[in-house]
């Protein structure tokens, strides 16, 4: 009998409860009860026993809730929208809806690409082509083509023994160059591995990509680091580091120490769709958001990890869908397109800097080369399919293409260019390998003013080891 009472003094507070609720729920409960034709609204004077245990179930103390029409709360229309009444929950209002639905795993159609100039080299119809100077539509392609000669001079060289890995960028130059050429040279850079072409826009010489290569006395991280992990103070180009996307949260920080000092710079930083799938990715774009940092991010999506295809990694319709689960700003380009990466780019750095907050970019590409020299993407993917991409989708083809229709380029010019840059390359090498290694001293130097004393034993342990077995010690590395 009290469970009876209990229940039936619960069902009374919902319906008074309900006044402040919307049709939807009101009519909710109507339709609970044994009379569906009408609604059971209590007269105004009939009294409810309370239950100090049993608060009514949508208390106004409970809700915070507004309506444009008061009146429409207490009706009992077929409709059970509540268009009209909003939630206040932390971070926004919330509308509310009396329909059960869930958002799909995935949009109908996917996120359309962005493109400008087609694998013809011909503009697409009706494009909004940002208008780009002789200078820099060339300045481009000389770059790309010496980025696609450098990494065939140092893959052949680590092949022959002479370095001890590499890492190529095939098919995917135009990321590489035209990004770098919408940048300014006081924007950050934070790198993964495959963006040399970034630092060669910015004046990296071949020289001292061979110094870093050969890890010698002029190499600026003095032989510590492995091959391809460059890095240029003086250029605003930070470190390579081998640990996939730990550099995003630096490039949010970096940013948002720009915007505190009110530069006229953001920074900018790179990663693989592999990189999105690791937590420092997720971190970074949601310190990036709730920060309002000038940040972009550029993904370079060549559908594999290494050997993981993109369909093992996500369900989700790539990596700019993402971008917008974190209230970021994002867009799908063609990373192929030189021109469409360009203007990606300069438009992603105004918006960032002038509106204070962070870009994704997706940049669909396409790996054609091994993941480095220790790998062998034959074993995992068709080579057919690295064949069609290498000659149907060429990046430095297409935009070779364009500037030749536009009268900006010859083959003579391309001939030349390809010849000097072999040459300069070649010398490079033959100038790295002559310069003295590193010091012994300097595996213990630049970290501390003064050693601490585990150092200090470590590297006399070293150079004992080395006295007892000079013959396992390399002869060209200073003691």
């Known amino acids: 009998m009290a469970l009876r009472m209990r229940k039936s003094v619960n069902f009374i507070n919902r319906l008074l409860s309900s006044r402040i609720q919307s049709p939807g729920v009101l009519m909710q409960t109507h339709l609970a009860s044994s009379r569906p034709n009408h609604c059971p609204i209590l007269p105004a004077s009939t009294t409810v026993p309370s239950l100090a245990s049993q608060p009514a179930l949508c208390s106004p103390h409970h809700l915070r809730l507004e309506s444009t029409d008061a009146g429409r709360q207490s009706d009992c229309s077929n409709e059970i929208g509540d268009f009209d009444q909003k939630m206040d929950f932390p971070g926004g209002k919330i509308a509310f809806t009396s329909k059960m639905k869930f958002i799909p795993e995935s949009l109908e159609e996917r996120i359309h690409c962005y493109r400008v100039i087609n694998e013809e080299g011909r503009p697409i119809a009706h494009s909004n082509l940002t208008e780009i100077s002789e200078e820099v539509a060339v300045g481009m392609y000389t770059g790309m083509v010496t980025l696609q000669v450098m990494d065939t001079i140092f893959y052949e060289a680590q092949r022959q023994g002479r370095i001890s890995f590499y890492v190529t960028t095939v098919g995917e130059e135009a990321i590489n160059i035209a990004s770098a050429a919408a ?111 000038p940040v972009i991010f550029i993904c370079r999506n060549n559908g594999w990890a290494i050997s993981t295809p993109s369909s093992d990694q996500f369900r989700s319709d790539g990596i700019a869908i993402r971008g917008q689960a974190y209230g970021v700003k994002s867009i799908r380009v063609d990373g192929n397109d030189a021109v469409a990466m360009y203007n990606t780019v300069c438009a992603a750095r105004e918006m960032a800097i002038n509106e204070q907050k962070p870009i994704l970019i997706e940049a669909m590409t396409y790996r054609v080369g091994h993941h480095s020299t220790s790998d062998d993407s034959t074993k995992y993917r068709p080579a057919d399919e690295i064949e069609r991409w290498r000659t149907e989708s060429d990046p430095v083809t297409r935009h070779r293409k364009w500037i030749e229709s536009n009268g900006w380029w010859s083959r003579t010019a391309e001939s030349e260019l390809r010849s000097s840059v072999r040459q300069q390359l070649l010398h490079a090498i033959q100038v790295a390998e002559k310069v003295e290694k590193p010091s012994i001293a300097d595996l213990f130097t630049d970290v501390y003013d003064v050693p601490p004393l585990n150092l200090q034993e470590q590297e006399k342990l070293i150079r004992e080891t080395i006295k007892r077995h000079p013959q396992d010690y390399p002869k060209d590395v200073p003691v």
């Open 183 to 293: 940048l300014t040279a006081h924007d950050l850079v934070f790198p993964q591995y495959r963006e040399p072409g970034v630092l060669l826009w910015r004046g990296f010489t071949l020289q001292e990509f061979a110094h870093q290569l050969f890890g010698n006395q002029a190499d600026y991280g003095k032989g510590r680091q492995m091959p391809v992990h460059y890095g240029s103070k003086k250029l605003n180009y930070f470190t390579v580091s081998s640990t996939i996307a730990t550099q995003l949260p630096p490039a949010v920080g970096a940013a948002y120490s720009l915007k505190m000092d009110k530069q006229d710079a953001c920074s900018i930083t790179y990663f693989g769709d592999g990189g999105s799938s690791e937590g420092d990715f997720h971190a970074a774009l949601n310190f990036a958001a709730v920060m309002e940092a």
